[in-house]
Structure formats: structure tokens, C-alpha cells
């Protein structure tokens, strides 16, 4: 039985010693199971290579996969669903907020009962910024309320899966991905395992709360119809509250002829429904942008450098 664990890495020099020897360490006592280990280099800038490198010559456990330039952690983790081998298949970040020492217990999960993969969930956000806690509450709220896909709040991408769900996983192609979202999309029974937050180990968070407002505005926009959906429905409203508005506007005509007055509610009335004429163009520009990215079709990641010889280089 081959379990294979995909770690994206970014500029992640400093974690990087620290994980491995974690992982051995947990590993020895699976002595039951091989492993596979598949270091992703996203395009890091520090020397994250030259020691997956280093760590590949001593093991042969180690595999690597060297991207061209930053792509991203989610082209990073569909690289190494799309190279992955293993009967059992785990993502898990490279700085020790995903425990190494959980995988033990996943893997029994799935073993004795009747489950496809054995998800983890962050109990409290300690350690992090409240108002970072705050909006990323909020934003599972509504993505639950917008989206068909259960998200569940302080989930992360740390799971075990069995290979079905891993090979449905592959077979969504898309250019968006949004994984939080593709797994609760593809379903299978998946066991909840909470456990605390765990601060990262060494180096620094790869992501501003910029980056983490644009991937959550991906998120919703990939998983839901529900911004094109109020849209119409404004507009609708809008109509029918023109069209009770020209009736009002006739019949005072008729009544009190036409006084000329009411410049400043003109502009106003004219304002709003502009704002939400163009507020509307947004999201369907949202919307078409991503259209036009997933029709270009590119790939979602490219290979520049591997010790892997059948890896699919271009994806
Ligand atoms: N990561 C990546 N590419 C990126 C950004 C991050 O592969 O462009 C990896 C990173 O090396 C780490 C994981 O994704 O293993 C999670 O990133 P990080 O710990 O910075 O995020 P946080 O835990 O703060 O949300
Ligand atoms: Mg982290």
C-alpha cells in the first residue's frame, strides 16, 4: 500500500529541514506502508530546490518537482494529484500547520471505517489576526449560503484520500481552482478531525490579506451563481419600480400639468441606478474573466525540473 503526501513549497528554505525530519520521524512508525514524498517548488526565489535536491539523493522516498515560475498552491497541488501514484493521497503544507503527527490517525480512520478521506479542521483560529478571523468567518457563512459545495469553516487543505475521490479530483480540469470548494464539490464521505492551530514553524505566511480577499472572491465566483442571480434580480426590481414611477409621473401631468422641479432627486434617482447598472457589470465581468481564462485553455502548471522521468511535465 503506497500513500503518497504532496507538499507545495514556496520559498519555504527555513520549514523545509524541520518538516522532513518530522515526517521521517512519523513515518518510521508506518513501517506498514511505503511512501512517497512529493516536494512541489512553486517557483521559489531561496534555495527550497537545492535541498529537495539534497534530501532526494539521500532518499529515495523523495520526489521533486520544480516549477517554472510561481504558479500558485493550487497548481502546485494539482501537479501532485497529477503525478501521484499512491492507493492513499494527503496534501499537506510545508510549515508544520498541517501536524505530520495526525497522519497516523488519518490513516487508521480510513483503514477501519467506512470513509474516502479523513479531513482536518483548525478547532480555534489562535495565533491569528482577529480581524483576519473575522472575515474569514464571514466568508464561510456566505460561501455556505451562496454554493452547492459544503465548505466547512477552518478547514484546511490537509486531507487523506482515498484514490477514487483523488482521481475525481484530477478529472475537474478547471483553470479557477478553488480545492476547498473541488473537494466538498466531488463529495464522498469524509471524516471531520479538528485539532488546534499550530503556528507556522519558521520562515513567513505566503499570503497578504490581499491575496486572501482576491481567493475568496475566486472562491465565490467559482462555486456559485448566486452574484449573477441578485443581479437580476435588481434589475428586475428596478424595472417594475421605473415602470410604477412613469404611471405616477403621467398621472401628475394629467392632474397638475408640469411644473418643472425635482432637479436634485433627478440626479440622485440617475446616480443610483447607475452605481447599480455598473455594480451589476462587475460581476458579470467577474464572471466573463473567468470565462475567458479557463477558454484559453493554458496549463496549469509547467515543469522545469524533476527527478520524476514519466511526470506530466505540462498540465
Ligand atoms: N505555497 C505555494 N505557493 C504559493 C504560496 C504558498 O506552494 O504561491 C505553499 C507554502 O509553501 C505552504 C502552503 O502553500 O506550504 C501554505 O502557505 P502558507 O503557510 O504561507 O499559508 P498560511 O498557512 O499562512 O495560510
Ligand atoms: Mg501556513
Redesign the pocket.
Known amino acids: 500500500m503506497l500513500i503518497s503526501l504532496i ?6 528554505s527555513a520549514a523545509l529541514p524541520i518538516f522532513y525530519k518530522e515526517l521521517c520521524k512519523v513515518t518510521e512508525e508506518l513501517d506498514k506502508y511505503d511512501f512517497e514524498f512529493l516536494f ?1 517548488d ?1 517557483g521559489s526565489k531561496d534555495n527550497t530546490l537545492s535541498i529537495l535536491k539534497d534530501l532526494s539523493d539521500s532518499d529515495d522516498r523523495v520526489k521533486y518537482f520544480s516549477f517554472a515560475r ?4 493550487e497548481a ?1 497541488m494539482y501537479a501532485g494529484f497529477c503525478n501521484t501514484k499512491g492507493n492513499y493521497v494527503a496534501v499537506m ?3 508544520m ?1 498541517d501536524p505530520p503527527s495526525l497522519l497516523p490517525q488519518m490513516i487508521d480512520i480510513l483503514e477501519t471505517q467506512d470513509y474516502d478521506s479523513v479531513a482536518t479542521r483548525r478547532e480555534t483560529r489562535k495565533g491569528e489576526p482577529p480581524i483576519r478571523s473575522f472575515f474569514a468567518k464571514m466568508f464561510y457563512r456566505l460561501m455556505n449560503k451562496m454554493s452547492d459545495a459544503d465548505i466547512v469553516d477552518g478547514a484546511r487543505d490537509f486531507r487523506l484520500m482515498k484514490r477514487e475521490m483523488v482521481d475525481a479530483i484530477i478529472k475537474m480540469t478547471e483553470y479557477n481552482r478553488f480545492s476547498k470548494g473541488i473537494f466538498g464539490w466531488v463529495g464522498f464521505k469524509t471524516y471531520w478531525l479538528p485539532f488546534e492551530n499550530v503556528e ?1 514553524v519558521a520562515g ?4 497578504s490579506f490581499w491575496k486572501l480577499f482576491k481567493y475568496s472572491i475566486d472562491g465565490m465566483v467559482n462555486f456559485s451563481h448566486l452574484p449573477l442571480t441578485i443581479a437580476s434580480v435588481i434589475g428586475i426590481v428596478f424595472t417594475i419600480l421605473a415602470f410604477i414611477f412613469v404611471v405616477f409621473v403621467v398621472v401628475r401631468k394629467i392632474i397638475f400639468g408640469d411644473p418643472v422641479a425635482g432637479w436634485a432627486s433627478t440626479v440622485s434617482i440617475i446616480m443610483f441606478i447607475g452605481g447599480i447598472q455598473l455594480l451589476c457589470m462587475g460581476i458579470m465581468g467577474q464572471y466573463i474573466a473567468k470565462m475567458y481564462l479557463e477558454v484559453k485553455d493554458r496549463p496549469h502548471y509547467i515543469i522545469a525540473d524533476t527527478n520524476v522521468s514519466d511526470s506530466n511535465r505540462i498540465n
Request: glycine share 4%.
Open positions: 507538499v507545495p513549497c514556496y520559498n519555504e512541489v512553486d510561481n504558479f500558485g498552491k502546485a503544507d510545508a510549515d500547520q507556522r513567513e505566511t505566503k499570503w
